[in-house]
């Protein structure tokens, strides 16, 4: 299985600045259909998982601009460009390039 | 718009069997994979199965595999995860979710405890 670990685990952060999390997956995400299928969710207190990124850098759906996703093969990186209270909640990267999906554990994000 | 719904959660005993649904409506679950995700109580995500867009392929976890059967009705556009011999360790929130994760249900709890 691949595993997924995420830095930091828990960010506290200033309204109004960026916040960075990092993503490791013990093995290439890079698919032999040449996709890198990594994502990242939110999940705000109490409520389901909500996408925010997938295939590394791509928006979902109604997604603010100032969240952004990069890296490749096995690093990858969420950013928060100017953070805002409504994102408090835990960021999870996932990778769905092979079974089992896995998850990383997890980094929690609140307001200092 | 699309929407998730699960229901089927409880209270159960250990070693029972429970089913829970999940009904689609904006898709059509005959076009896509569908997974069920859940979440123990303060915990992080564990996937737990998927079955593919035409129902020909099942995916499990291994800690559910031999236990848990993922199913779909495409006449009820509604996705099943028929859970047999239950234990503690599967008390966990239960999400339906469609293939890209872009869309989830809001969950449904199952609690195992005797």
């Known amino acids: 299985d691949i595993v997924m670990t995420q830095t930091p685990l828990s960010s506290p952060v200033t309204l109004g600045q960026p916040a960075s999390i990092s993503c490791r997956s013990s093995?290439?995400?890079?698919?032999?259909?040449?996709?890198?299928?990594l994502s990242w969710l939110q999940q705000r207190p109490g409520q389901p998982p909500r996408l925010l990124i997938y295939k590394i850098s791509n928006r979902f759906s109604g997604v603010p601009d100032r969240f952004s996703g990069s890296g490749a093969g096995t690093d990858f990186t969420l950013k928060i460009s100017r953070v805002e209270a409504e994102d408090v909640g835990v960021y999870y990267c996932?990778?769905?390039?092979?079974?089992?999906?896995?998850f990383g554990p997890g980094t929690k994000v609140d307001i200092k | 718009q699309v929407q998730l719904v699960e229901s089927g959660g409880g209270v159960v005993q250990p070693g029972t069997s429970l089913t829970l649904s999940c009904a689609a409506s904006?898709?059509?679950?005959?076009?896509?994979?569908m997974h069920w995700v859940r979440q123990a109580p303060g915990k992080g995500l564990e996937w737990v199965a998927v079955i593919s867009y035409d129902g020909s392929r099942r995916y499990y976890a291994d800690s559910v595999k031999g236990r848990f059967t993922i199913s779909r009705d495409t006449s009820k556009n509604t996705l099943y995860l028929q859970m047999n011999s239950l234990r503690a360790e599967d008390t966990a929130v239960y999400y339906c979710a469609e293939n890209s994760y872009g869309y989830w249900g809001q969950g449904t709890l199952v609690t195992v405890s005797s």
């Open positions: 093995q290439s995400l890079v698919h032999s259909d040449g996709n890198t299928y």
């Open positions: 904006g898709i059509t679950l005959s076009n896509y994979a």
């Open positions: 996932m990778q769905a390039t092979q079974f089992p999906r896995t």
